[in-house]
């Protein structure tokens, strides 16, 4: 089956029943496993200057969706998505909400907000789907690159890709650098095992 979704999309998540969650723009939409498309949820944002960035699914099935500001204005958020279509707005005041990931105990959510320049921490309650006690775990020179996509590795490791600095990085969950991946291309934005 074939399907045209109305906006652009910006992320796909796969489902454990089979298909896919589809975003993008100011909506959430599940595929099913023979192409069939339905709205799931639908974010109260300004689709004129507000779109959709990223989205992951947590430990508990939730989806969690950064949006960015096209003006980079501070009117962008992060909003967590419910098995019920509830829409939570979680963090406020984002510019470019992009990558983000949770420890592999599920204490911490790692989220950065690329024009920040940093990777911020927050505690994370997995039975309430509640992030607290914001704090900046390690800042990126602006020079080297803008922190975009982000993964934690089974061993807590972040690994960050640089857009505009043609690398990956290895972060310890403390913040330490570990390592550096050069890649050939400068507009590396997103990474995953």
């Known amino acids: 089956s074939h399907w045209a979704p109305r906006v652009a999309v910006t992320s796909v998540v796969p489902r454990a029943r089979g298909g896919v969650v589809i975003a993008g723009g100011s909506e959430i939409s599940l595929v099913n496993t023979t192409g069939g498309l339905e709205r799931f949820a639908q974010l109260e944002i300004d689709s004129a200057r507000v779109r959709i960035n990223d989205v992951k699914c947590d430990s508990r099935g939730r989806l969690w969706a950064s949006t960015l500001a096209t003006d980079f204005s501070p009117s962008a958020a992060l909003f967590r998505i419910d098995a019920d279509a509830t829409v939570t707005r979680m963090l406020d005041g984002v510019r470019l909400g992009n ?8 204490t ?3 989220f950065i907000d690329s024009l920040e320049c940093s990777v911020e ?3 994370f309650d997995a039975e309430q789907g509640t992030i607290s ?8 020179s602006s020079s080297d690159g803008v922190p975009n996509g982000m993964t ?3 061993k807590g490791g972040l690994w960050v890709a640089l857009t505009c600095g043609s690398e990956v990085r ?3 969950s403390d ?4 390592l550096r991946v050069r890649i050939s291309v400068p507009g590396v934005t997103s990474c995953a095992f």
């Open 99 to 106: 990558g983000f990931d949770w420890s592999p105990d599920g």
């Open 108 to 110: 911490q959510f790692y």
């Open 121 to 123: 921490v927050f505690d």
């Open 133 to 140: 006690n914001r704090r900046k775990l390690m800042a990126v």
């Open 152 to 154: 934690v590795d089974t």
């Open 170 to 172: 290895q972060y310890a």
């Open 175 to 178: 913040g330490s650098l570990l």
